[in-house]
């Protein structure tokens, strides 16, 4: 054993701080430093929204701090209409593609993948090494974004031509004369964008290869945790769908730079003064190019939380996961029907209506395999022995929550109800339902049920149930009256309501899910503390807090380089709660058979 | 700790609560004026009613489990990984409801939407969108009495051609009460969606492209708004109805509103249409 651990240390010299901590090719480092990173995204996110929810409840009203800086002058504090479409847009564009992407698969799919099936680390370190440090370029550029000509971009994370696209004639320059921040703040955000998806691109080529090839003896596919199945299969979405979206960034960018007309119709377009040269392209082709990438997308945002979630449960419960393999079926469910449903965000673009119609049907029955999971959540939770830790709340309130974001997928997905509904604040709420209420609070339960392997610490308990119970009341102030305002048939990416004799009567909601909204931003300090000073809290060497079966857990807090002292064998699948072979409540995939010898345990690879 | 079932009971109920009671404060759909309306609306509280149902009983397990099976010790979970014929029955029980509900949307998409099953139209307009208004193109009057306008028109519409004795307006839609309409949407710039709530039609305007689009006021709830009285020689709006841009456009996509006036009767319409095209040659010359 002693020489296995000098083998292992061997392996592994000690290494400078720089190599260590800051260009590391150690997985749970790089999961780490995504973490960290998608974090203050979250700040940043969420801090634009607070900003622009102001406006929406009280229109034309003087922003507190922020009007005296950015818009004295004429604008007398208040918010001007297209700084509001910069905020909204850049608020989705970060919370997608700068925190829930890099937190699901960056910060946790590296995470987990090596520790979860008894590996060392990736199958190319290096190349994981720079799927992290793509991204510092998209951190410089899309923050950089914010202080060029005409601002960030404000086209909506959806960049729809020609508002997007729409360039000046040959010679004239960058801007555009479509909208003030659709000029270089746009060519930005293509930019910031492009690297995002090189980053995933090597993350999920790494996935991929080191699920298949890198499991210890004894994993089998039907053995390997769900959150391992979650992201593998998001791994293989996101190779296959982002090359597409890489590609349609880049067309545009080519629209914006080189006069090239992908988006562009014959004829040229005349805005007040200037007329774009004449095209030849498509506008929809966009939409269609975009939403092939972005409706996967929607999936590479939630599985890896499912499949998280599914973990939390089954450890809390202290009872195996009801029905794995329907479980795996449905994630390859949601993800092979997650690729011929993009046509849903489409049902009113002008694209043939008789497509509409099969699209809404694919759609629907993707409502399927969502179903199943919730209800084999329910039924894991049945004559279970439920541990209320914080990570098991979250997980729960991810399920609760799903239940709503799935659900009212079905109102948009019917083709005659999206007549009205479509583009309203239903979607909005649909989609916060999914992303926040579920990606989020999945999100918080595996920061809470990692952090003692991640840290060697724990968070604090307490706290985490406070910050937890305001977060569930008021991101539900928040979110749920969206449903409301969206049946009154508001439109979203409105700068003022009030405009409209048919929505003031709305208003109230309006100033109701502001409220909720900053009261929202106000309970994530208490997390922000207990994470960050947690850091600081006394050391906890127990490998398996939470007497969870699998094989992270049989690994130091915090595994060192190399993760494990010797390579597991595993003898069973990982949910082996309340089995009767064991007296304990739990049973660790590692664990040997009766009256079996334990493994002498073949020595880690060395790589 | 069993008590935390209790905000999820909590948080829940309040939830429910709140979309029962929120028609009975206004805060529900529009009233509708289209025929084809009140089947979206039906289809919306359909799909609400079954959604609805099935929200109640999984939180309400999620709920009871949390409650009833919370910590406590000495006790041990089942031992169990799944129940095959549970879970045959629900996929499958879910998969025939969802398919109801998809087949059940068929009827009434293919009717407003496809072009095959537009019914013959007794108006025809062009609505032209550009940063930010709505500018709207009507046949005079004389040519109203053209059996072939609608293809003629249709024609125009595609190719930008314009005759001498159209009626411009911006930012007005003008129909009446039980007209059927066909309107031809194009944009000069950016994508906009035309979208008139009372009516539930909705439909994106595309650069390069030009696409009809059917309403009418034909529900039994339609009411015209905007009263012709003919001792003044004017005309009264009675209650405002509102035309709004569904598809971000710019800066000015919150205000790029439009007004829905409908006429009592077709001879009301033609009225304010050859006064409207006085008021055009007038400001002409």
Known sequence: MSAKHEAVTHAHPELSFLRKYIFSTDHKVIGIQFLISGLIFLLIGGGLALVFRIQLAWPYSEIPLLGRWFWAGPAGGRMPPETYNMLFSMHATIMIFFVIIPLLTGAFGNFTIPLMIGAPDMAFPRLNMMSYWFMWPAFAIILASFFVEGGAAGQGWTSYPTLASATMPAGEGLQSPAAPNSGLGQIFWLLALIFVGISSMAGSVNYITTVVNMRAPGMTMFRMPMTIWAMFITAILQAMALPVLTVALILQLLDKTLNTTFFLPPGGLPFGNWTTGPGGGQTLLWQHLFWFYSHPAVYIMILPAMGMVSDIIATFSRKPLFGYKPMVYAIAGIAGLGFIVWGHHMFMSGMDPRLGTGFMIATIMIALPSAVKVFNWLGTTWQANIHFSTAMLNALAFVSMFIIGGLSGIFMAATPVDIAIHDTYFIVAHIHYVLFMSSIFGIFAAIHYWYPK?????????????????????????FFPMHIFGIGLAPRRYY??????????????????????????????????????????????????WHSNTLEWTAPSPPPHGNFETTPVVYRGPYEYASPDSAEDYLPQTATPNGQPHPTGAPVHAH | MKWWSLLFAVVILVEVVFVLLAPLVGWGLPPNYASYGSEIDNLFHLILALTGIVFILTEAILIYNMYRFARSDGRRSQYTHGHHRLEIIWTAVPAVILLFIAFAQVGAWERVKYKSRMPPADQVF??????????????????????????????????????????????????????QVRVYLKTRDVLHSFFLPHLRIKQDAVPGKTIPVWFDTAGPEAEANFIYDPSSRTWKETKPLELACAELCGWGHYKMRGKLFIHESKEDFIRWLKHAAAEQNATKD
């Open chain 1, 454 to 478: 991640m840290f060697g610490r724990r968070m604090n308990e307490f706290w985490g149930k406070v910050h937890f119970a305001l977060t569930f009341i008021f991101a539900n102030g928040v």
């Open chain 1, 496 to 545: 003022n309501h009030l405009e409209y004799d048919f929505l003031t009567h709305l208003q109230p909601l309006n100033v109701f899910m502001t409220i909720s909204a900053l009261l929202l931003g106000v309970a994530q300090v208490i997390f922000l503390v207990n994470f960050f000073g947690s850091l600081f809290s006394r050391r906890v060497e127990e490998r398996n807090p």
């Open chain 2, 126 to 179: 062009e609505v032209s969108a550009r940063q930010f208004e709505w500018r709207v193109r009507y046949p005079s009057a004389e040519r109203m009495d053209d059996p072939k306008l609608v293809e003629t028109f249709a024609r125009e519409a595609q190719e930008n051609k314009k005759q001498v004795d159209d009626v411009h307006r911006v930012n007005e839609i003008h129909v009446w009460k039980g007209g």
